[in-house]
């Protein structure tokens, strides 16, 4: 019913910038809270930074003051901006988002909504 799709991964210099993107689609009605997570090879998925449906942001302490969490509605997009990247940012990254959908006039409620994942290696 909902689908969540991330692009703009791929390989930077340490210090350089990406701009990763997630698509909501699928019958929505509302998007609650979106969010980014990322899983380095070999340990657990963590989380980066999450953002409310009004704006309200949360970010790990090892990304604050480098990436930026923000969310087009019209669009149901959330992006995600990093900037100063450094090697240890590299992982897989994944879209989250809780996502009420509409089926047959019935909401249901998709707490946790997935993305396939995009890879971020930065390396010189």
């Known amino acids: 019913q909902v689908q969540l799709v991330e692009s703009g991964g791929g390989l930077v210099q340490p210090g350089g910038s990406l701009r990763l993107s997630c698509a909501a689609s699928?019958?929505?009605?509302?998007?609650?809270?979106m969010g980014w997570y990322r899983q380095a090879p070999g340990k657990q998925r963590d989380l980066v930074a999450t953002?409310?449906?009004?704006?309200?942001?949360n970010y790990a302490d090892s990304v604050k003051g480098r990436f930026t969490i923000s969310r087009d509605n019209a669009k149901n997009t959330v992006y995600l901006q990093m900037n100063s990247l450094k090697p240890e940012d590299t992982a897989v990254y994944y879209c989250?988002?809780?996502?009420?959908?509409?089926?047959?006039?019935?909401?249901?409620?998709?707490?946790?909504?997935w993305g396939q994942g995009t890879l971020v290696t930065v390396s010189s």
């Open positions: 989250n988002a809780d996502v009420t959908a509409i089926a047959a006039s019935v909401p249901y409620r998709y707490r946790e909504v």
């Open positions: 699928g019958s929505i009605f509302s998007i609650n809270a």
């Open positions: 953002i409310t449906s009004v704006g309200n942001t």
